[in-house]
């Protein structure tokens, strides 16, 4: 027995959420196959979050392509998932006059609404920068948002609108069945018209399983650091370096949240683990920018992984062999940034091959849940009037209260990890980094997901938490 | 609590204590092991048990307790605005006393490298999930630092049947208590490594292990010295922070070395209306000096408005702390005093305009023991001014 789908997206990162979100909209069955225990549980959880401007686009590149296709969209975006970007704008700094030319590039690139600036003019806004700017280019397009949080408002409104989930679900073969495709994962087997791969690292191996040809997606690392909210404002915009022919640079961005992110650096790695030496790198590239950057005020480390293909460029295209299965391939940065303009060209080619799309009358935008740490104490009076749990504060240094934690866990896809309830309410978040709420979670994940303390998990399936109770001893023996 | 008595016994009538833990007395719940209340009661007690005595006297004030109910702003006009399961509450009291604790460094602050797994806590987390929860967090444990709750969970989890494979401390000396030390590393045979550091965690989804490395005087790993250590648990207990995001808030002002508000010797802060006492001043190594300070504090409950301060008590040579910051009447109060160095035969100087004015001998004196000293056994000036404190002596190598 085998279920049956229109479209059957693999991967669970902003791309896939993407598109399913996108896909909601029609009258269509769904199925999002996730390998993890939840979403955004791969390249899209570590990276820096910013929605790049127009002038950060790679022309004449497919990348440059869905990167403006996805901008204009932007704005609808926020609408339909009831989020808000923070809209700081960006500064890329030259320290030269060599550099300075790269400015009148971006600028070029931008049209018209960027300008650049002196340094005397920096100053004004952001007084912490280096001394040693030469010029800036100024960009008020700019944007920024949690890679989570838009993650998660993209599964959710999916979710609200029909798509389904499965998680732990590791697709591990292809088959042909007559004109329709079937994927085996998690020990099921799943039937569909069209397969979307949207599996990041992974989303070659799975182009080899369909007898595709495609090279190997390499991983490179970037590490950051996080401040902590104390420093809210220290920098306003996100601040670039001229780019390199690799990446970015090392920048330097607030996040919506309050916090402040330095990073990434650009290494060969494939694993998400930090190291001293990276750590320092970052730490000179984001003080040659704002030399007192407090990095000594860390709340912690992370690093995140590019899937990148030789050419830097993505790749999307439809598998020789199964002619419904759809490869996207390289989605490195800007990823997060262009992800509505690959779910919009991924509709364009699943309609190019005959999938029907039409549009719901009933799709729903999604209600945000109430952040308790951005309401006004009118509105916190409101809720708790309806729901105590609304007045009991689990995790002190974000404000999240037992309300919160509970919807997270049990609106679905809900949270079944510790960082699953990290990425939805920013428990574990904050400037203790779960050492306070840390002690309440268990229990409560406990009791609100019916589960018991073998199954409590950090975030993969082995991640266990807690290796038995204590006094377990057997008085009858 | 302690300010909260104090306060009642002094005469203060309408007294709020806000808690926002379920039950009060704060991680002294969580601290099950014996050794609370030698100097306030002059007998061993567990944390619940102090906790309980102070509990049941407020019980016999017409003090209010607000229990689960967390500040969440304070103005620097004294609005504490706190909410609990029943709405939003604001006060605006006369006084206000911050007696918020600390919080423990964690991973991100002492830069240790490596993967992301589970199975790294710190040792007070660690601590409630085994004291009051009932859960092991782990069965082989390395512990990082050798602050007194890191000492006390070694010898914890080593009853509960878990295997603590060493206590790695980065300074040649240990920071806890040298009774700690004894009774919680030596009786049970868990190796303390000083001038060791973890120089990275490694393991995919839970710790598989950790690196850990020699290092030199200034804290650097000497290459060559690496040795890796499997466990499935890594227990960070590298020292506490005082919470002061409140007072912060308040506009209070702080002082970036013991990492409180700015204090006299009443606790009052640097700010009207507003005392700070216990772990939110600096960290104390005694729940004894806490109660102690709380204490003091209370009593001064009606002195709402500012006093001008007639001398400033600087740190010098050898001095992590000295509280408190501010003399108004030196003929009051008590000082503390953190040396940075273990050392034999030291003295306390105090010095005035650069001349040593009071010398106090200290046989013995270790960072992880604070010294107190009564303020009126010193000879004050009769100027007014900045007084420096310095200490001197042998130094200590290694736990000898």
Redesign the interface.
């Known amino acids: 027995m085998s279920e049956s789908y229109d479209v059957v997206i693999i991967g669970g990162g902003v791309v896939g959420c993407a598109v399913a979100w996108y896909l909601s909209r029609f009258d269509l069955r769904v199925l999002l196959l996730e390998k993890e225990l939840d979403i955004c549980c791969g390249v899209s959880k570590a990276n820096t979050g910013i929605l790049h401007a127009r002038s950060y686009h790679t022309p004449s590149t497919l990348k440059g392509e869905l990167h403006l296709r996805s901008l204009p969209l932007l704005d609808e975006a926020e609408k339909e998932l009831g989020i808000s970007f923070l809209r700081c704008g960006a500064l890329t700094v030259a320290f030269s006059k060599e550099e300075e030319t790269y400015l009148r590039i971006l600028k070029a690139r931008g049209g018209s609404s960027g300008e650049i600036v002196t340094p005397l003019e920096i100053k004004n806004f952001e007084p912490y920068l280096s001394d040693k700017v030469y010029a800036a280019f100024y960009d008020p397009e700019t944007r920024v948002i949690s890679p989570f949080k838009l993650t998660v408002a993209l599964a959710e409104t999916a979710f609200q609108n029909g798509v389904e989930f499965i998680f732990d679900a590791e697709v591990t073969a292809f088959e042909e069945d007559g004109k329709r495709v079937s994927l085996h994962a998690g020990g099921k087997k799943y039937t569909a018209c069209f397969a979307v791969n949207c599996a990041g690292l992974s989303s070659s191996r799975l182009a080899w399983l369909c007898g595709d040809k495609i090279e190997a997606i390499k991983a490179y690392r970037g590490q950051y650091f996080v401040l902590d909210k104390m420093f809210a404002g220290y920098v306003k915009r996100v601040i670039y370096p001229v780019p390199s022919s690799e990446s970015k640079g090392i920048l330097v961005t607030p996040t919506p949240e309050g916090n402040i992110l330095a990073g990434p650096n650009f290494e060969e790695a494939d694993t998400t683990e930090t190291t001293l030496q990276g750590l320092e790198e970052v730490a000179q590239g984001a003080r040659r920018l704002v030399p007192s950057l407090p990095l000594e005020n860390s709340i912690t480390h992370f690093s995140g992984l590019r899937p990148t293909l030789p050419d830097r460029d993505f790749h999307i295209f439809f598998s020789q062999r199964f002619p419904g299965v759809l490869h996207l391939c390289g989605i490195e940065s800007p990823g997060l940034t262009s992800c509505f303009g690959i779910a919009a060209y991924v509709g364009d080619l699943l309609r190019s091959r005959g999938l029907r799309l039409v549009e719901k009358r009933n799709f729903e935008y999604r209600k945000p849940f109430p952040v308790f740490s951005e309401l006004t104490d009118q509105e916190r009076e409101k809720l708790i009037a309806q729901d105590p749990d609304w007045g009991k504060i689990i995790c002190r240094c974000e404000e999240v209260t037992l309300a919160e934690v509970k919807h997270a866990l049990l609106f679905s896809p809900g949270a079944r990890t510790l960082d699953s309830l990290k990425r939805r309410v920013r428990t574990q978040a904050g400037r203790c980094q779960g050492s306070f709420c840390g002690m309440h979670l268990p229990k409560i994940m406990m009791e609100v997901l019916g589960i018991d303390y073998r199954s409590l998990v950090k975030s993969g399936k082995r991640s266990w938490l807690l290796a038995g109770e204590t006094k377990e001893v057997n008085f009858s023996a | 609590m302690a300010a909260a008595l104090s306060a009642w016994e002094n005469g203060a009538r309408r007294v709020f204590l806000l808690e926002?833990g379920e039950e009060l007395g704060g991680i002294l719940n969580q601290c099950i092991h014996s050794g609370f209340g030698l100097h306030k009661f002059g007998e061993e007690l567990t944390g619940p048990e102090y906790a309980e005595r102070f509990a049941q006297a407020l019980k016999r004030t017409g003090v209010e307790v607000l229990l689960?109910t967390?500040v969440?702003r304070l103005s620097p006009d004294r609005r504490v605005?706190a909410?609990?399961?029943?709405?939003?509450f604001e006060f605006r009291p006369r006084s206000v006393f911050l007696s918020m604790g600390c919080?423990?460094r964690?991973?991100?602050?002492i830069?240790i490298?490596?993967?992301?797994?589970?199975?790294v806590?710190?040792a007070?987390?660690a601590q409630?999930?085994?004291n009051?929860?009932?859960?092991?967090?782990?069965?082989r444990f390395v512990i990082v630092g050798s602050g007194d709750i890191g000492l006390i969970m070694a010898r914890r989890l080593t009853l509960?049947g878990?295997k603590v494979e060493a206590v790695v401390e980065i300074r040649p000396t240990l920071s806890g208590l040298v009774r700690n030390y004894v009774q919680c590393l030596l009786d049970f045979d868990i190796p303390l490594l000083l001038s060791h550091a973890v120089?990275y965690i490694?393991g995919?989804?839970?710790v598989e292990g950790v690196v850990v490395c020699e290092v030199d005087s200034k804290g650097q790993f000497i290459k060559g010295t690496e040795e890796a250590i499997p466990c499935?648990?890594v227990l960070l207990s590298v020292g506490l922070i005082p919470e002061n995001?409140l007072s912060?808030q308040a506009g209070i002002p702080l002082c970036e070395r013991s990492g409180g508000p700015y204090i006299d010797e009443r606790f009052a802060t640097m700010r009207e209306g507003f005392f700070a006492c216990g772990n939110v001043v600096a960290v104390f190594d005694l729940v004894d000096y806490v109660t102690l300070v709380g204490e003091i504090a209370g009593k001064h409950w009606k002195e709402s408005e500012k006093r001008t301060p007639r001398f400033r008590l600087l740190p010098g040579e050898g001095i992590q702390i000295v509280l408190p910051h501010y003399l108004c009447n030196p003929r009051q109060g008590m000082l503390f005093i953190r040396a940075y160095r273990a050392l034999n035969k030291a003295h306390l100087l105090f010095s005035f305009k650069g001349k040593v004015f009071y010398t106090f001998p200290v046989p013995v004196c270790r960072p992880s023991e604070m010294l107190r000293l009564e303020s009126r056994r010193i000879p004050w000036p009769e100027e007014g001014g900045e007084i420096t404190v310095e200490i001197t002596g042998e130094e200590i190598q290694g736990l000898s």
């Open positions: 926002r689960e967390p969440l605005t909410v609990q399961r029943g709405g939003i919080r423990e964690t991973r991100g602050m830069n490298p490596g993967g992301r797994p589970a199975g806590f710190t007070g987390l409630y999930l085994v009051v929860e009932g859960y092991l967090p782990g069965k509960e878990a120089s490694y995919e989804e839970r499935d648990t995001e912060r």
